[in-house]
């Protein structure tokens, strides 16, 4: 039922019955998000809100160096006097929420509702278990992103890497580049209404997230990708002309003008603002399919911008073609081209680098399921949840282990997609999968133990009504 799959599950001692009565304790200094949200769990199945209080059934404990499972970490214990979560760290605690939410049944499921004694002691692999979102391509609104952090943290995710800027679209608000969203933010792939988010915007989602425990990674991705700000000024091209607005889906064709004083005064204005918009510890400078840069050129345009995003007190993540340049000590390097041989990567590892795990034949969940799937893209392959779920990060390069690795993360690029029932059924049930992988020890995950849980999860999401692909290889409930 649980996914993550548990470092530790063992079943133990006389089961506990749920009441409508039942009350939660929590110290006054737990965070009242966390008991709100196990709050609102419980009343789902009970019918009742439940009573918060001294001597409940159900405690949050936040006992310090009690627990020995790192920050991430936490314990559940269900036994017949109630349930128990216990972790070092608000994380933690909302962690093991995210477990019991999980083991309670369905809304509407007959009473008694009636839980298994059981012991839960439970880590991540990872530190880093990201999903990416592509607004650019295709503009979401405030709200379908906020939906999407729902998703990715029930299932223990805590990064939002949000793909802001690319060719097609120009998504947030820069203060003294004002053309950037009125120019390069209103087209769209096809065509189609585009849009962008305000500083306020953007605060709110990086709150609501941050109150989940998800930290927002913004990308602007330069030097290519940026026809979309080529189009909204003029001087950021090399022949001082503007470019079109771009709706097509070809990608390297595009370049700023590196060098130039308007693209460093652009470079620095973007940098500065996206730091201080953003709490979290990183920048994405994306730095992919730059194909209309030289090589010599690109190499110091990510030596520059690296000293750049440092400066502004962050630090560095970007694609796989960054390991053009060495390094710093805290930039990330995410992998994604599983399709050509794996040299860059090994850059990095040689040079002391980290990497994020994104192989497109196994993450990138903008590929169909098969051949009957009506949307998506077939370049990295057909990614069943399969696919998606039996692979090792640590085993999928050879010379790169858990000791190179800060983590995994599912990317979802927008082109062919543009609506939120489009989002979640190439999210679903893949992501779980993704999560599974990213959370759970190599050595307790298999697919067939795996598609039971997921089976179950189905009905929560058509109550959620999420739209989910119903893979022939997991064996829903009719």
Known sequence: MVIPQPSSLSYEGRPFTLTPDVAISAGAHIDTAIVHNLAKAVEEVTGKPPRLGEGGAITLELPGDTYDLGVEG???TVAEGGVKLGAVSPRGLFYAVQTLRQLLPEPGTAKPITLPGMKIRDKPRYGWRGAMLDVARHFFPVQDVKRYIDHIAAYKMNILHLHLTDDQGWRLEIEGWPRLTEVGGRTAVGGGEGGFYTAEDYREIVAYARERFVEVVPEIDVPGHTN???AAYAELNCDGKPREPYTGIEVGFSSLCLGSPATDRFLADVVRTVAGLTPGPYIHIGGDEADATPP???RKFIEKVQKLVRANGKSM???QEIAAVPPAEDTLTQYWRSNVAPDDPLATVRNGGKLIMS????TYIAMKYDPSTRLGFTWAGYIEVRDAYDWDPAATIDGVTD?????????LWTETLSTMDELELF??????ALAEVAWSPQASRDFAGFAVRLAAHGPRWTRLGIDFHRSPQIPWAS
């Open 427 to 432: 999210t679903f049930p893949r992501l779980p």
């Open 403 to 411: 000791k190179n690795i800060v983590g995994v993360e599912s990317a």
């Open 296 to 298: 010599d050129d690109y």
């Open 317 to 319: 993540v970007g694609w």
């Open 74 to 76: 936490y314990e559940l």
């Open 359 to 362: 192989p497109a034949d196994k």
């Open 228 to 230: 979309a700000a080529l």
